[in-house]
């Protein structure tokens, strides 16, 4: 892979959420845990020169917040993130759909939305050769918070299956 050429792609389910009483799914907040660990994604980003000059994110309340702590770790160079409601509940393909979409200019994205679809996406796009620690992390389990940092070598509309190497996976903890 030539480096200037390289499009990276960060797939992170949102934060821990709550489950208040009569609160539609949509609408549900991060929980406690969420507030905690969410920022420690960010700082995770801003640590390993990982920041997105993008952000899509799912239009539900839990991703937007999530979202909000990512961007507060970036500081100054968080790119101001586009809603997009047709992450919300969606499927790999789906995902996939939103991202093949993304401008050529963008050499970093990161795309906040929700399980299954986000662990099948990163499943699908893992190529063989992709760190194999990650992967079988990944595979395991994306639990709250976590993210998978994948590496393409070509355009955003060329994404497809195992065509992305998938550098990291992380499970960001206090």
């Known amino acids: 892979m030539s480096e200037h050429h390289i499009k990276r792609l960060v797939l992170m389910r949102h934060a821990k959420a709550a489950f208040p009483l009569g609160v539609e799914d949509h609408d549900r907040p991060l929980a406690q845990r969420g507030h905690n660990e969410a920022p420690l994604a960010g700082k995770w980003l801003m640590d390993n020169a990982v920041v997105p000059d993008f952000i899509l994110c799912s239009s539900a309340l839990r991703t937007r917040q999530t979202c909000t702590w990512v961007c507060q770790q970036l500081g100054d160079k968080a790119p101001t993130p586009k809603l997009e409601s047709g992450l919300y509940a969606a499927g790999a393909s789906a995902m ?12 970093t994205l990161l795309l906040i939305s929700h399980m299954p679809g986000i662990q099948e996406l ?53």
């Open 96 to 107: 996939l759909a939103v991202i093949n979409h993304v401008p050529e200019t963008v050499n």
């Open 122 to 174: 990163a499943l699908r796009l893992a190529a063989r050769d992709s760190d194999q620690h990650a992967y079988m992390d990944l595979a395991s389990g994306f639990s709250t918070s976590a993210f998978a940092v994948l590496e393409h070598d070509g355009a955003w509309a060329t994404l497809d299956g195992q065509d992305a190497v998938l550098k990291d996976f992380v499970v960001p903890r206090p």
